[in-house]
């Protein structure tokens, strides 16, 4: 997915009260996706990074990835992403700007996920 300021990556976000990684997973992935159906298969690993936020706070997040398929071909974008495609690994590995995203799809991409 494409964010409003143009890079690429994952569905993402913080988890909710009360809320188990997968359940965070499936309720990110429909709200940014409209996804409604995820068959989640199996945990690629995570990434931690820092940010500087609008208001000048430096702040850190931890993000865990995972390996899910849907049927789901046709994707209802949320506000926070201004597009998406479709595409096999190795135009995803160059979409990426992020190291540690790359990172990422080439460890499942080496487990034999994808």
Sequence with gaps: MKN???SWGFPQGHKELGESELETLVR???EETGIRFLDVM???GTI???YMKLNGIR???EVKFY???TPTRDIVISYEHASYKWVSFLTALNFLAHRQ????LIKGHRTGLY
């Design 59 to 61: 702040s850190h997040k």
């Design 42 to 44: 199996s945990y690629i």
């Design 101 to 104: 995203l790359k990172s990422i």
């Design 48 to 50: 931690r990074y820092s």
């Design 67 to 69: 390996f899910a398929t």
């Design 28 to 30: 990110e992935v429909r």
């Design 4 to 6: 409003r300021r143009g």
